[in-house]
Structure formats: structure tokens, C-alpha cells
């Protein structure tokens, strides 16, 4: 796929300003978490360094994955920019609109070939000046100015930008817009199934399912202003989204979307993102008060049922995948911004 620099820095533009801790940088950890296989097998945490996280959902959410990679540790990164062909062992040259600027904070002289420790995208030069936008600078996206050379540059990363619209689509190809908007009136089924057509047919399959979220998003916007969870997209799975709106739901202090601590047993097979020991979850807590059950922490065949009982479905007591139940919450939450 044919992605512009234009492309990648209008996104990366319109996240300057995000401060960690909001809703808009939990998205951003969200969806490179979201995006399968995770690096290193290592979810990132919303208390992390996210100056590499943020390249990547850039890279994500405009479909530039395959030219840039992805990654949450900056040096790690450089190996994969080395792979692609697209590393600059050099900080003193002049770099271009696009490329991905690394840095190294313990060296400040060139040349500097240490332990890369930060990462962001070149958005401008300009008489000798370096204008970059940079996530996790001072907690937050933010620019940075320097001039060209500057000892703190470990090197630059040269992606094999196209000339592609914002789009993100090649010739030929329909926007990813009017893929999303097919995706949405069904067109290319769900699932493994939608992805296995988008991407036999050329299209980023990350860069569609952003877009489908934006548009949903979009077309409830007036509902979205009073209900955070108007932008639900509505399946039969108990998965991490669906832990992850409810821990929101509940306030809770940690959102990951991972029940933990649970007995294993049939009853709960069918649920996406769950982990097996003790001490129990904190979500299944809040379930329980709320539906006034004995609180012992545990997705059991009980607490399973009166979830049930209370959003009127088939009660046997058993979350299976796919899922009656969680179809329901995702609906209440959507048009009633609660779950029952």
C-alpha cells in the first residue's frame, strides 16, 4: 500500500496536544494493544513510555504498518527499520517531511551511535531547523524544534512513502473510507473472514477497521456527546473491548481489558481475555455489587446467570463464544450508556 508522508503526519497533527492519561492516549495504547501479533508478545500499559506506541498507532491508523513496522521500544524499531532498508546511520544530515527521527539522550555529540531511547516523525525543515512531533514529549504530543544535526539525533528512518492520498489507498483501489463504509453495510462479512477478503484484495485491514470505528463514531456523534460507549461496535464476543467498557462502566482504576484471577471452568470458556489463578478481578467485584450478588470475585455459573436474568437472555448459566449475552451488554451500552 502506497501511503503518502502527508498522510502520516495529517494524523500524526491531529493528536498534538493528547496528554497521557486521557481518554485520546488510552486509545492510542488501545489500538496498537489491539493489533495482533503485539511485538515481543508485550502489551503496553497506559503508565508506559509511549513515544515508540505512538509511531505505531500512526503507522496503524493510516495503514503504513507494512512500511514502517511496529514497535513500543525505540531501538528494537531501529532492527526493524535496518530489516526494511530504510535506516540512516547518521544524525547530521538534513531529513526529510516523514521521516522518523530517533534519538539518543545520553550522548550529545555526533556521531551518536548509543542506545536509542525516544522516537518521533520529521515534520518539517526549514533553514537549518527541524520541526518534529513527538508523542510522549513532557507526557504529551507535542512539536520539538532543533537544528539539523543536533548531537541527540541517533539517525533517521527514510519510509518508502508513495503519493497517495490521505486515503491511504493505491491506484486503482477504492478509498479506505469507501471500504469502511462497505464494511459497515456488510459487504465483506466479519471476522477472520473480513479480514482474510480486505486483505486479499490489497486493503489494510488496521487503516478499515479505523475508519469503521471513526465512521460509527461519527454518525452518533449527538448521542456520543452524553454516552461515551455510543461508539460500541456491536458483536457476539465476550472479548477485551467489552471488559475494557465495562471496567470504564465501573470506573475502575486499571482498564486493560483482562479478567483475572479466575477459576477455569466450562462456564466461562468463552470469554476473550481472561486469566486463570486467584485473588479474582476487580471488574467481576463491581458486577457483583451492582447486581447485588455475594462479592467473591469470581465469573462463576451464578454471577454468569444473573447477568443473564438481568439483560434478558437465555439463561444457562455459561458464557460461550459467540455470545447472547455480551451481544446485549454491547447493545445496552451503546443506546443506554449502561449495561443492564
Given amino acids: 500500500m502506497s501511503v503518502s508522508a502527508n498522510t502520516v503526519l495529517t494524523e500524526a497533527r491531529k493528536l498534538i496536544g493528547t496528554v497521557m492519561g486521557t481518554m485520546a492516549h488510552h486509545d492510542i495504547v488501545d489500538l496498537y494493544n489491539a493489533t495482533k ?33 511496529r514497535e513500543c521500544g525505540v531501538q528494537r524499531h531501529i532492527d526493524i527499520f535496518k530489516s526494511k532498508g530504510i535506516w540512516i546511520e547518521d544524525g547530521r544530515i538534513t531529513p526529510k517531511a516523514g521521516d522518523i527521527v530517533c534519538f539518543n539522550w545520553d550522548d550529545s555529540t555526533q556521531p551518536n551511535d548509543g542506545w536509542a531511547d525516544h522516537i518521533g516523525f520529521v515534520e518539517s525543515v526549514s533553514n537549518g531547523v527541524i520541526t518534529t512531533i513527538e508523542g510522549n514529549y513532557g507526557r504529551q504530543v507535542k512539536r520539538r524544534t532543533m537544528p ?103 470506573s475502575l482504576k486499571t482498564v486493560d481489558g483482562i479478567i483475572s484471577g479466575q477459576i477455569k471452568g466450562a462456564w466461562n470458556a468463552g470469554i476473550i481475555g481472561i486469566t486463570f489463578g486467584t485473588g479474582g478481578s476487580d471488574l467481576v467485584a463491581a458486577i457483583q455489587k451492582d447486581l447485588g450478588l455475594k462479592v467473591d470475585r469470581n465469573m462463576g455459573p451464578g454471577t454468569i446467570g444473573s447477568m443473564q436474568s438481568k439483560a434478558g437472555t437465555t439463561k444457562d448459566k455459561k458464557i460461550t463464544n459467540p455470545s447472547t449475552l455480551a451481544k446485549k451488554i454491547k447493545q445496552n451500552l451503546k443506546s443506554k450508556g449502561k449495561p443492564w
Fill in 37 to 69: 501479533p503485539l511485538p515481543v508478545g508485550y502489551q503496553v500499559k497506559y503508565t508506559d513510555d509511549w513515544c515508540d506506541t505512538f509511531v505505531s498507532f500512526i503507522g496503524i491508523k493510516t495503514g503504513a504498518t507494512d512500511l514502517i513496522g
Fill in 148 to 250: 539539523v544535526g543536533w548531537g541527540y539525533i541517533r539517525g533517521y528512518a527514510r519510509p518508502a512513502y508513495g503519493t497517495s492520498t490521505s486515503s491511504g489507498g493505491r491506484a486503482g483501489q477504492k478509498t479506505i473510507e469507501t471500504i469502511a463504509k462497505e464494511v459497515i453495510n456488510g459487504a465483506w462479512g466479519n471476522g477472520d473472514d473480513r479480514k482474510k477478503k480486505l486483505t486479499a484484495a490489497g486493503y489494510s485491514y488496521d487503516a478499515v477497521q479505523v475508519k469503521v470505528t471513526e465512521l460509527l463514531k461519527g454518525s452518533s456523534s449527538n448521542q456520543a456527546s452524553t454516552n461515551p460507549f455510543a461508539n460500541i461496535v456491536i458483536n457476539d464476543k465476550w472479548d477485551t473491548d467489552l471488559n475494557k467498557y465495562l471496567q470504564r462502566y465501573y
